[in-house]
């Protein structure tokens, strides 16, 4: 992890983005986190919490990314090749376009963030009928994106869904939970709204950065609710 330096010395989330979109014009804070929630990168915090990046940092993340869309490396070996430089060959800086070379891996896998599956492949993911999808888009459960392809989140919806089918739960039953999860986003929209007005990178990196943490902050709450709730019927 990156000795602690004065803000001055560091960037801030939305700064970083800011000098890799032009390269990498789908990078995004969530990107950036799961790549942090992998051990790909690991940024300071400021005393009050928001992330602030090194040089060092960003050179290391314009390194995974090449990889990944150049090479198609797996996030797997992409770390084991940081662990190499770690241990002796120095990072390219931020400015420099080109990264030290490797082997590259047949493998096209850039991580589950990066799903992309077709509804057949869906469907053998996720471990469901078509007929259940067709019933989790009917509820607008699950919808496909660009080219009716199904990201990540289609399926981590999907295979939830079939678990709970299990136990007598269709897609029906689980609007509700769908209305709750829309409730508590309006909340965040509260919280945003006077960062978007603001209509700069710096406010629409803590904008992306304080949605995600009271997301974070709002499931647990839900949990909690729920398993007290759960608690309460099995003392009955």
Do not use: C, W
């Not at 990072?91 to 493998?107: F, I, K, N, Q, W």
């Not at 009917?138 to 136990?167: C, I, M, N, W």
Request: glycine share 6%; net charge negative.
């Amino acid at each position: 992890m990156s000795s602690a330096l004065p803000a001055r010395q560091t960037k801030s989330i939305g700064e970083v983005l800011a000098l890799l979109r032009p390269d990498f014009p789908d990078i995004s804070i969530s990107k950036i986190r799961f790549l942090e929630t992998e051990g790909l990168v690991e940024p300071q915090r400021s005393a009050s919490g928001y992330r602030r990046f090194t040089d060092d940092d960003v050179a290391r993340l314009r390194y995974v990314l090449t990889v990944q869309r150049d090479h198609y490396l797996p996030l797997r070996v992409i770390k084991e090749q940081l662990e190499q430089l770690d241990r002796g060959m120095e990072l390219v800086s931020d400015g420099e376009r080109t990264v030290t070379p490797y082997t590259a891996g047949t493998a096209k896998n850039t991580g589950d963030d990066e799903v992309a599956l077709t509804q057949s492949s869906l469907v053998e993911a996720a471990g469901i009928t078509p007929e259940l999808l067709a019933e989790l888009e009917s509820y607008s459960l699950v919808q496909p994106g660009k080219g009716g392809l199904y990201d990540a989140h289609a399926l981590f919806v999907a295979r939830t869904a079939g678990e709970l089918a299990q136990y007598g739960l269709q897609p029906r039953h689980l609007r509700v939970v769908r209305s709750a999860a829309e409730r508590e986003v309006d909340l965040v929209e509260q919280v945003l709204a006077p960062m978007l007005r603001q209509r700069s990178v710096e406010a629409a990196g803590r904008a992306e950065e304080t949605a995600a943490e009271i997301a974070r902050l709002a499931t647990r709450l839900h949990a909690a609710f729920v398993d007290i709730g759960v608690r309460r019927l099995r003392a009955r």
